[in-house]
C-alpha cells in the first residue's frame, strides 16, 4: 500500500526515445556492487544482516583504500567482456556515498584515506572508452537519522531515529543532481530499495519529484527503478532482478506485467552481488552465456554482477567469466547485439533473436532433428549455420518453417541464421 506517484503528464523526449533503443541495442552490461561493505567480504548487506552498530561500521571508511583500483582497468576489463554499458552503485543501503557528495561527509573522499571520487575516475573513463555509464541509486538509507524510520531493514537499537522524511527527500534531490551534474552523460539512474517501506501504509517515496529532476537535468537518462511492479509514468525501462521477464521466479509482484519498456535482467555471477570472500559457487560460463542469450531472446538486456574486492580488483573468478563472455561475443556478436527478441516466444529448446532482415535461432539444447519455428507466412531466402555459414535444409509450411537441425553441434550456443524474405 505505498504511495507511488508517477511523473504525471511523462513524455519522454526525443533524446530519450533514442537513448531506449541505444540501450536495447548495448545488450549487456556489468553491474558493480562495491562499498565499505566489500572489506568485510559478506555482501553488501553485512550490516544488516550481522546487526552491526551503523556507528561502528562507519570506521571502516577510515579504513578503505583500494591501492589497485585503477578505473582504465575496470573499463578495459568490462569491455573485453563484451559488455557495453556499466551500472555502478553510486551509494548502496549502507548509506556510504562513493563519490564526492557535498551533501553529506560520509563519502569516500572526506571520509576514507583514499580519497579520490571512483565515480568521477570511472565517469571519465567511460566516456572515453565508449561505455555507457549508470549509476545504482539507493532509496534505503541504514546510516542517515532522517531516513524514515518505519521501514523492513537497517534497525538497530542505538539508532536514534527522528524519521525527519523531508530533510532525506531533499538529501536525495540534492545528490541525484549531483550525480547528473558532475559526471557527464549519464545513461540511467537504477533506483533500488522502494520495498523497504511496503509495509508503511499511505507512506510516499515522491518518486514523481526525483524523476521530474532527472529528466529535467537529463532528458535523455533513462530512469529504472527495481521495484518490482509494473513501471510508473516517469520510467524508461523495466528491470527484473534475478528473472527473465515474465519468468517471475524471484518475487516478482504477481499483479505486474511486462511493460513495453526497454527490458533488463539483473544477475549474479556467483550467488553474491557485494564481495563475499566464501561465495565460490560462481556459474560456467555456459550458463552465464546461456542466460545472455536468453535474455536476448526474451528482448531484454542483460546485467551481469561483478563484486569487487577490497583492494580494487574483480575478483580472479569473475574475470576468467568476463573473459570467456567476451570471447564468446566476439565470434557471436552478431547474434545479440542490436537484436531484438525474435517472433518465436523462448522455448526449451532456446530462443531467437532478431535484425533486420535476420532472424538468428539459437539453439541451446538439441532436442529433436527438425525444429519447428510457427512463424505462419514468413518466407525466406535461405537458412545457414551463422558459423561457417552451411546451408540447413528447411520446409516452409502454411503455419510456419521446420529446419533439419540434425547437425546442430554440442556448441555453447548452434546459431541458424535466416535471411528474410
Ligand atoms: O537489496 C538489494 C541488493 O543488495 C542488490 O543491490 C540487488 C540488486 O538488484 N537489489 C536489492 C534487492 O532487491
Not at 23 to 51: C, P, Q, T
Not at 260 to 274: A, D, I, Q, R, V
Amino acid at each position: 500500500s505505498v504511495v507511488l506517484p508517477a511523473q504525471k503528464g511523462y513524455v519522454p523526449t526525443t533524446e530519450n526515445l533514442r537513448n531506449r533503443e541505444d540501450f536495447r541495442d548495448r545488450k549487456f552490461g556489468v553491474f558493480i556492487h562495491w562499498g565499505l561493505y566489500s572489506m568485510l567480504a559478506d555482501g553488501e548487506w553485512v550490516m544488516n544482516n550481522k546487526n552491526l552498530p551503523y556507528r561502528e561500521y562507519a570506521k571502516l571508511a577510515g579504513g578503505f583504500y583500494p591501492s589497485k583500483f585503477d578505473a582504465a582497468r575496470w573499463v578495459a576489463d568490462v569491455k573485453a567482456a563484451g559488455a557495453k554499458y556499466l551500472c555502478i552503485t553510486s551509494r548502496h543501503h549502507d548509506g556510504f556515498s562513493m563519490f564526492d557528495t557535498k551533501k553529506s561527509p560520509y563519502n569516500i573522499v572526506d571520509a576514507t584515506p583514499f580519497g579520490r571520487d571512483i565515480l568521477k575516475e570511472l565517469a571519465d573513463e567511460c566516456h572515453r572508452q565508449g561505455i555507457r555509464l549508470h549509476f545504482y541509486y539507493s532509496l534505503v538509507d541504514w546510516y542517515r537519522t532522517d531516513y524514515n524510520p518505519v521501514g523492513r531493514t537497517g534497525r538497530e537499537a542505538s539508532r536514534t531515529l527522528t524519521g525527519e522524511w523531508p530533510a532525506y527527500h531533499q538529501f536525495m534531490l540534492d545528490q541525484l543532481t549531483e550525480l547528473l551534474t558532475g559526471y557527464g552523460e549519464i545513461g540511467a539512474i537504477w533506483f533500488d530499495g522502494v520495498w523497504d517501506q511496503d509495509q508503511n501504509p499511505g507512506f510516499d517515496w515522491r518518486l514523481d519529484e526525483l524523476y521530474a529532476q532527472i529528466h529535467r537535468l537529463q532528458p535523455a537518462c533513462m530512469i529504472i527503478n527495481n521495484h518490482h511492479l509494473t513501471p510508473f509514468e516517469g520510467e524508461d525501462g523495466q528491470t527484473f532482478e534475478r528473472d527473465l521477464p515474465g519468468q517471475n521466479t524471484a518475487g516478482y509482484s504477481a499483479s505486474s506485467t511486462i511493460s513495453s519498456l526497454p527490458l533488463e535482467t539483473c544477475e549474479t555471477m556467483n550467488k553474491s552481488w557485494g564481495y563475499r570472500m566464501t561465495d565460490t559457487a560462481y556459474k560456467s560460463e555456459k550458463e552465464l552465456i546461456h542466460y545472455l542469450v536468453k535474455a536476448a531472446g526474451n528482448n531484454a538486456n542483460l546485467l551481469m554482477n561483478v563484486g569487487p574486492q577490497p583492494d580494487g580488483e574483480f575478483p580472479a573468478a569473475a574475470m576468467e567469466r568476463f573473459r570467456a563472455i567476451g570471447k564468446w561475443l566476439e565470434q557471436y556478436g552478431e547474434t545479440i547485439y542490436g537484436t531484438r527478441g525474435g517472433p518465436v516466444a523462448p522455448r526449451h529448446w532456446g530462443v531467437t533473436t532478431q535484425k533486420a532482415d535476420r532472424l538468428y535461432v539459437h539453439i541451446l539444447q538439441k532436442e529433436d532433428e527438425v525444429l519447428f519455428l510457427p512463424v505462419p507466412g514468413k518466407t525466406i531466402r535461405s537458412a545457414k549455420t551463422f558459423i561457417g555459414k552451411k546451408n540447413v535444409e528447411y520446409t516452409v509450411v502454411p503455419s510456419g518453417i521446420a529446419l533439419n537441425v540434425s547437425e546442430a553441434t554440442d556448441a555453447i550456443d548452434f546459431v541458424v541464421e535466416l535471411e528474410l524474405q
